[in-house]
C-alpha cells in the first residue's frame, strides 16, 4: 500500500515560489500525490518551533503518509540528510533535530542516510538549496513506492540528532517551566504537559500576575488572562479575543510558574 | 451526484500547522476530495470579515461544494456547531453568524446541529478546537455523501445567527456608507452595493476632499485616488499603484459619504 | 498529451479570498486538474518581482504545465490579454512584460490575444478582476485541451511587452550589478549571472565592507555577511543565519560591486 499525500514543513515562506518549485519537483516525479502545507512560516532557521509544530499535526494525518519537513540552517555544510521510517509513514529531513518530537511518538523503525545521488533531482544539488535538489526528490520517490533501503546508507536512529528541549522543573509549591511556541493568535504553549496537571486545581503566576484555570477561551470576559490545556495537549496562556504575547509582553523562551492551590 | 470540493476558509493563519492538521482529519476520511483554501488569514476573531470574505468567494465555486468556515471566537462555549444545506452546496460553522452573507445570497434549504458525535473525530473535543475535532471531520463526511440529517438534530432555518451589519443611510444629497473591508492592496470596500448607484453621476466625499468616479484603477495617474465599483460588488475607494487605506487614513468602519452629482 | 497542473503566481495575497475565487473558477471548469501555488505574495504590483520568481520556478515544473500568472496593475486600461505557447507549456497573463524572465528562457512558439469571449467567465467582465474573469478561465480551457489558436487572434511574439531589466556593468576591476530580488529570508540576489562568475575568484564591495566569497551559508560564522551563487543562478549576499537585507540595509535596486582578486 503507497502513500497518498506528502505533507510538508518548512520555514521558506509563501512569497518567493520555493514551495512551489518544490511542489513541482514532486510533481515532476509523482503527478498524481496529494500535497497537504502543513506550515512554510515556520520562524526562519527555528528548528525547535518546527519540530513542535510538526510533532502536533502528525497525529492527524492520514497513516503512511510521507512527510517532508525542510528547515536548514546548516544546508550545505556536512550535516546529514536522512529519511526514516516509523509506524505511522516515513520522514525525509536534514539530521539537525527537526524530527526531535515527532520521533517522541513514534520511534525510528529505520533509518538511511541519504547517499543514493540516483534519487536526487540534481547529481550536484546547489550548495544552498537541498530541499529542491535532494529532499523532495527522495520524498516523491518514496511516495511512489521506492524502498527506504535504496536511498542510502543505513544509519543507526539512535545516532539521529536530537534537540535538547527546556526542562520542567518540580517546585515545593508547583512547576516552573517556559513558553515553547507561540502561535498567530498570541496563545502562549508552555512547555508543562497537560497530563501532569490535568484534573487538578492550579493558577499560574506571571511576572507579578496570578492567571486563572478556565476550561475555555471564552470563559471569561474579552481582554481577561487565562490559562488552560491546549488542543495539542501543554498548560496555554491565552486572552479571550486577544493576544497574550502582547498583552503580557511575553515571548519565546520566557519562564512561567504554575502553582498547586 | 457528491460533492468534489471542500473550500475552507478560516482566521487560522497558515505558520502553526492548523490548517495542515484541518487538511489531515479532512485526509483521513476522504483521501480523494479536492480542498480549495479561501482564506486563512481573516484578522483573528472577525467573523464580519469572514462572512465578507465567504460571500465573495461564494458565487465562483462549483455547485454542491462544502464550504468549512470557522472563525470561532466563542469555541468552547455553547455557541451551536452548525450544517446547512442551500441550492448550491453545504456550509459548515460554527452558528455565530460566519454564514450571514452567504445565506443572504443562497436560503437555507436545512439545517442541523452538530450533535451526532458519530461523525465527530474525537467524542470527548478539546474545548479549543472544534475545527479539527468536529467540523472538518463532519465537512469530510458530507463530502463522503453522508446525509446531512445524521449529523444532528434538525434546527429551524430562521434560527441561526445573523450579524448585524452596518446600515447605509440615504440622505438628500447621496448615501451615506461605511467600510466594511479592507483588502490586501488596502482597497477600501464600502457597504454601498453597485445596484444602488451603476449608471448614476456621483462622487465620494472623505474628510475634506472629494474622490471622482472611475471605470478602473489606471484611470487616474499613479497615486490618485479613485472610486468604482468592486469586483464583488460595491462601492470601492482605491489608489492606481497606491494603497487608499494608508494613504487616506481609514479604517475598517469608517463612514464614507456618495453625493449625487 | 494535456496538461496536468496549472501553477499560478500572482500578487492578491492569501488574505481576501481572491486566490480561492480564481482556483474556484478554474474547479468549475476542470474539477480534477491539479494547482500548484507559486506564489501569491509578489510584492503589490511589482511585474519586476513576478517575472523573476516565476522564471526561477519555471525550470522545476512539468513539462506542459500551464503558467497562469497575474501581477496586473494596468487591469481594465487597454493592456493585452495573452497566452502563449513554448516548447515547456503554456503560459496566461497580462501583457505588460512579467513573461520577460520565462521567455529569456523559452521562447514563445505562439501568441494569442484573448479576445474571444466564448472561453471567458464572464463576457462582460469587472474592470478590476480579469483574474477571475478571463485568465483563470482561459487557463483551465486550456487544461482542458483547448488549441491555443481558439483563445483569440493570433500575435507576433516580437510584439510582447519585455521588462527593461537593469543591466550589470564591467569595469577595469570587476562587475557593477544590482539588486534585483530580496527573498523572505533577506537574502539579497543581484543580477550578476552564476555563468559570468562561476570558478573564479573574487569578493564583492558594499559601501564600505568587502564581503568574501564563500560556498554554501554555513561556511561562515553565524552573523557574517558572505556572498555566493544561489540557487538560481546568480550572485547572492546573505548572512549565516540572518538577513542580509536588514543587517546591510540594501534594498531593491541597489548597486553592489564584484571585484575580482
Same mark, same amino acid.
Given at each position: ?23 513541482? $519537483?514532486? /510533481?515532476?516525479?509523482?503527478?498524481? @500525490?496529494?500535497?497537504?502545507? !502543513?506550515?512554510?512560516? %515556520?520562524? &526562519? ?92 526528490? $527522495?520524498? /516523491?520517490?518514496?511516495?511512489?513506492? @521506492?524502498?527506504?533501503?535504496? !536511498?542510502?546508507?543505513? %544509519?543507526? &536512529? ?100 504554575? @502553582?498547586?492551590?
Amino acid at each position: 500500500m503507497f502513500p497518498h499525500s506528502i505533507a510538508l514543513l518548512t520555514d521558506f515562506g509563501l512569497a518567493d515560489g520555493y514551495v512551489g518549485t518544490i511542489e513541482g $519537483v514532486i /510533481a515532476c516525479i509523482n503527478p498524481q @500525490i496529494r500535497t497537504i502545507h !502543513l506550515s512554510h512560516d %515556520i520562524p &526562519p532557521q527555528n528548528v525547535a518551533a518546527a519540530s513542535f509544530c510538526l510533532a502536533n499535526c502528525y497525529d492527524y494525518l492520514p497513516s503512511r503518509t510521507v512527510y517532508l519537513a525542510i528547515v536548514d540552517p546548516e544546508v550545505g555544510s556536512s550535516r546529514r540528510g536522512i529519511a526514516v521510517e516509523t509506524d505511522r509513514g516515513y520522514l525525509v529531513a536534514p539530521d539537525n533535530g527537526l524530527l526531535t518530537g515527532v520521533l517522541q511518538k513514534s520511534p525510528a523503525i529505520e533509518a538511511v542516510e541519504l547517499t543514493n545521488r540516483e534519487y536526487w533531482r540534481a547529481p550536484q544539488p546547489s550548495s544552498t538549496f537541498h530541499g529542491r535538489d535532494i529532499f523532495a526528490s $527522495v520524498a /516523491a520517490h518514496l511516495a511512489n513506492g @521506492i524502498p527506504i533501503e535504496l !536511498l542510502g546508507q543505513s %544509519i543507526d &536512529p539512535d545516532s539521529l540528532k536530537k534537540l535538547e528541549l527546556q526542562k520542567i522543573e518540580t517546585t515545593t509549591t508547583g512547576i516552573k517551566g517556559s513558553i515553547q511556541y507561540i502561535d498567530r493568535f498570541g496563545n502562549l504553549i508552555t512547555n508543562i504537559p497537560a497530563k501532569t496537571i490535568e484534573g487538578k486545581s492550579w493558577c499560574v503566576r506571571i511576572k507579578d500576575s496570578v492567571i486563572s484555570q478556565v476550561d475555555t477561551y471564552s470563559s471569561l470576559d474579552r481582554g481577561s488572562p487565562l490559562a488552560l490545556i491546549s488542543s495539542s495537549g501543554w498548560l496555554e496562556i491565552a486572552i479571550n479575543s486577544g493576544s497574550a504575547s502582547s498583552s503580557l509582553d511575553l515571548s519565546w523562551g520566557d519562564t512561567i510558574e504554575l @502553582i498547586w492551590i
